[in-house]
C-alpha cells in the first residue's frame, strides 16, 4: 500500500518534463521561433527550476514529525541559492569571463566554464540541492554571458557525450523483467501521465490569454516525464521514500514517455488540424482566438498584410514602409505587438489563420498578403483561409521544407520562397559573377529557377527553417 508521503513524492516525480528531449525535437524541425515552441521551452525552464525546491523538499518528506519546521529549512535553503545565484550570475560571472577572455587562452577559457560549473555543482549539493541542479543553473548563469556562444562551442562536444552516457546509463538501470511483469500497471501509468499532464498545460496556457489552439500544441508535446525525474527518483529510493518496486516501474513509466515524445510533439500539429475540420472543435478555436487587441483604421483599403512579425516579417515591413505602402501585422506575440505600438504600425493581436483574426484585417480591400510565419501548418490554413475570402488575392508564402513548395503553390499560393535556397543562389550569383559571367546571364539563371520553383535545384527533401 502506498503511504501519503509516498503518493506525494511519486507525483513530484510525474510532474517533471523532459528538456533534452523536446529541446532537440524543436531544433531539428526548426520550430524554436514559433510561439507554441517558445511557450514550451519556457515551461520546460520553469519546471527544471522546480527541481531545486522538489530536491530541497525531500528531506522533510523523510522525517514527518518535523514536516513544517524542515519544510521551513528546506525553503530558506532554495532562496538563499536562488537569490546568491541571481547575484553572482549578473555581476560576478561577466566580469569573471571578461577577465579570462581577455587572455585569448582557449585553455584557460574552457577549464573555467568548467570549474564554475563544477563549483556551483558542488555549493548546491552541500546545501541538499543536487549537482544535478546546480549544473543546469551553472549553465543558465553562463547563457546570460556575452561569451556563451564561445562557451557553447567550446562545451558542445562534453555535452553531447555526457548527454549518451546519463541516457544509456539510465537505461541500463532499467530491468526489462520488471516492465513485462508489470505491463498491466505500467501502461495505466503511462496513460495517466500523459492525459493527466496535458489536462494539466492546457488550462495553465490557456489562462494566460493564448488561443486554444496553441495550448494545445504544447500541453500535447509535453505530457512526458523528463531526464531530471531520474534523479528525484533515485534520491527518493536513498531517502527511503519509496521501495525498489516502485523506483523500477517509475524507470519504466519515465522511458516508455520519453520514448513516445517524439511521436506526440510530431502528431501535436495533425491533431489540432484534424480536430479543426471537426464543426464543434472549429467553433471552439475560433471563440478562443478571438482578437482581442487589434489597431487597424476602419474604411482600410489597398494596402499589404504581412503575417508574422519575426526576423522575416521585420524585413518585409520596413521595405513596404519605405516604399510608402500602409502595412497591416498579425502577430500573437505580446513583445511584437508591442513593437508595432511603438512604430505607430496598424497590427491585430491574434493567430494569422483564424477567420475571426483575418476579419480585422480587412482582407477583401487588400493588395497583398505575405505570409512570413514560422508554423508550417499555419501558413497552410491561412492560405487557404484567406483565398476562400478573397479569391484574386496575391499571396505570397515562405515555406519551411522543399516539399511544402508545390503543396503552397497548389493551394494557390502565387509565390513561394524557400530561404535556404534563396539564400543559396545569392551565394551562387557572386560565384558566378567572379568566375566571369555576365550579370544578365546569372539573372536569367535565378529567374529560371524561381520560375520552375526550385525544382533544378532540390537534391534531397527535409530542409528547415
Known amino acids: 500500500m502506498t503511504t501519503p508521503l509516498q503518493g506525494l513524492f511519486i507525483g513530484l516525480v510525474l510532474s517533471l518534463s523532459s528538456t533534452a528531449v523536446v529541446l532537440k525535437i524543436l531544433t531539428e524541425r526548426g520550430e524554436t521561433a514559433t510561439l507554441h515552441g517558445q511557450l514550451m521551452l519556457a515551461l520546460l525552464i520553469a519546471q527544471d527550476l522546480a527541481l531545486g525546491l522538489m530536491l530541497a523538499f525531500l528531506p522533510a518528506l523523510d522525517h514527518p514529525e518535523a514536516f513544517w519546521s524542515m519544510l521551513g529549512i528546506a525553503l530558506l535553503k532554495f532562496l538563499v541559492f536562488v537569490a546568491g545565484a541571481i547575484l553572482f550570475g549578473r555581476w560576478a560571472v561577466p566580469r569573471l569571463m571578461q577577465t579570462i577572455a581577455a587572455t585569448e587562452s582557449q585553455e584557460l577559457f574552457l577549464l573555467t566554464i568548467i570549474a564554475l560549473c563544477l563549483s556551483i555543482a558542488w555549493i548546491t549539493a552541500q546545501l541538499g540541492l543536487s549537482i544535478e541542479m546546480g549544473a543546469f543553473v551553472a549553465g543558465l548563469m553562463v547563457a546570460e554571458v556575452d561569451y556563451s556562444n564561445q562557451a557553447l562551442g567550446r562545451i558542445l562536444p562534453l555535452r553531447d557525450t555526457f548527454a549518451c552516457l546519463f541516457f544509456a546509463s539510465v537505461g541500463m538501470l532499467i530491468n526489462p523483467q520488471v516492465l513485462i511483469q508489470n505491463w498491466a500497471i505500467i501502461l495505466v501509468l503511462v496513460t495517466l501521465v500523459m492525459l493527466g499532464k496535458a489536462l494539466i498545460v492546457l488550462p495553465i496556457v490557456l489562462r494566460f490569454g493564448y488561443s486554444f489552439r496553441t495550448a494545445l500544441l504544447v500541453a500535447v508535446s509535453l505530457n ?12 527518493g529510493f536513498t531517502l527511503g521514500l519509496i521501495n525498489e518496486h516502485q523506483y523500477l516501474l517509475l524507470l519504466g513509466t519515465t522511458a516508455i514517455t520519453l ?8 502528431s501535436a500539429p495533425w491533431i ?61 506575440s505580446e513583445v511584437a ?20 483574426v483575418l476579419e480585422k484585417t480587412h482582407l477583401e480591400t487588400a493588395k497583398a498578403l505575405a505570409i512570413a510565419l514560422p508554423d508550417p501548418v499555419s501558413t497552410r490554413l491561412l492560405l487557404q483561409r484567406a483565398l476562400s475570402r478573397a479569391p484574386q488575392l496575391d499571396i505570397i508564402a515562405r515555406c519551411h521544407i522543399d516539399s511544402e513548395i508545390d503543396a503552397l503553390t497548389q493551394l494557390g499560393a502565387r509565390e513561394v520562397v524557400q530561404p535556404e535556397f ?3 543562389m545569392e551565394l551562387g550569383a557572386h560565384l558566378l559573377a567572379s568566375l566571369g559571367e555576365s550579370s544578365e ?16 535545384i532540390r537534391t534531397y527533401s527535409g530542409l528547415h527553417d
Open 224 to 235: 512526458q516525464i523528463g531526464e531530471f525525474s531520474f534523479v528525484l527518483a533515485l534520491e
Open 259 to 266: 520514448i513516445l515524445t517524439p511521436a506526440w510533439i510530431n
Open 272 to 332: 489540432t488540424t484534424t480536430l479543426n475540420r471537426i464543426p464543434f472543435f472549429n467553433d471552439w478555436f475560433s471563440h478562443a482566438a478571438e482578437p482581442t487587441l487589434f489597431s487597424v483604421p476602419e474604411n482600410l483599403q489597398g494596402h499589404v498584410i504581412v503575417a508574422g512579425y519575426g526576423r522575416v516579417g521585420q524585413v518585409l515591413v520596413n521595405m513596404l514602409l519605405n516604399q510608402g505602402y500602409t502595412v497591416v501585422v498579425i502577430d500573437n
Open 337 to 356: 505587438v508591442q513593437r508595432l505600438r511603438s512604430r505607430h504600425i496598424p497590427f491585430v493581436y491574434g493567430d494569422a489563420d483564424v477567420e475571426q
Open 422 to 424: 534563396e539564400a543559396a
Open 441 to 456: 546571364s546569372i539573372n536569367d539563371i535565378i529567374q529560371s529557377i524561381r520560375r520552375d520553383r526550385y525544382r533544378s
